[in-house]
């Protein structure tokens, strides 16, 4: 915790304008969360709450030096990325969302699965704060996110890496490549 604290205020002292905790992917505050990878007997394993323990350690730490305003958290509920899983990713994750939105941090960036948009929903819902979507997002998908209020944005890092004029096509309605 510590050391995300320290990193935190690297990147405020650096100028940055905020900071997005990454728990997501199979990082280490991911493996934490789903019950598949902790395995743990202490305070931080177990139970959702307890499981979720590490991620709200890191985020209480990083909102003392930003602020919560200027504090985002990027979860993957579905992504089963380097093993990770959960028995009930819908439980875990609503929690964390509930918690995460009772501290009130500027957002959520969530790596969406595609067919759990529902679940998506929910933890906006329950969050109650922008939420953020990505993952295999075209444009009428995104379009689709946006106005069925599933997310606020819809973020494309391959799309862009890959296509750096991105808005443009999506203007013209090309192809992304």
């Given at each position: 915790v510590t050391d995300f604290a320290e990193a935190a205020a690297k990147a405020r002292d650096a100028g940055f304008d905020g900071i997005d905790i990454n728990a997501a992917n199979?990082?280490?505050?991911?493996q934490f969360l789903h019950d598949h990878s902790n395995r743990r007997k202490d305070e931080y394993g177990g139970s959702v709450a307890n499981r979720s323990r590490f991620l709200m350690e890191v985020v209480d730490a990083c909102i003392g030096i930003w602020g919560a305003d200027r504090v985002g958290v990027h979860l993957s509920p579905y992504s089963g990325l380097h093993?990770?899983?959960?028995?009930?990713?819908e439980l875990l994750f609503t929690h964390i969302s509930r918690v995460l939105g009772e501290r009130r941090v500027a957002f959520m960036f969530i790596r969406q699965a595609a067919g759990k948009q529902t679940l998506t929903a929910q933890m906006k819902q329950v969050f109650g704060g922008s939420v953020i979507v990505n993952e295999n997002f075209n444009l009428n998908s995104a379009t689709d996110a946006l106005r069925n209020n599933i997310a606020d944005a819809v973020a494309f890092g391959k799309g862009f890496i890959s296509n750096?004029?991105?808005?443009?096509?999506?203007?013209?309605?090309?192809?992304?490549?």
């Amino acid at each position: 915790v510590t050391d995300f604290a320290e990193a935190a205020a690297k990147a405020r002292d650096a100028g940055f304008d905020g900071i997005d905790i990454n728990a997501a992917n199979g990082y280490l505050i991911d493996q934490f969360l789903h019950d598949h990878s902790n395995r743990r007997k202490d305070e931080y394993g177990g139970s959702v709450a307890n499981r979720s323990r590490f991620l709200m350690e890191v985020v209480d730490a990083c909102i003392g030096i930003w602020g919560a305003d200027r504090v985002g958290v990027h979860l993957s509920p579905y992504s089963g990325l380097h093993g990770m899983k959960d028995s009930n990713p819908e439980l875990l994750f609503t929690h964390i969302s509930r918690v995460l939105g009772e501290r009130r941090v500027a957002f959520m960036f969530i790596r969406q699965a595609a067919g759990k948009q529902t679940l998506t929903a929910q933890m906006k819902q329950v969050f109650g704060g922008s939420v953020i979507v990505n993952e295999n997002f075209n444009l009428n998908s995104a379009t689709d996110a946006l106005r069925n209020n599933i997310a606020d944005a819809v973020a494309f890092g391959k799309g862009f890496i890959s296509n750096p004029d991105l808005v443009e096509r999506f203007r013209q309605g090309l192809e992304i490549q």
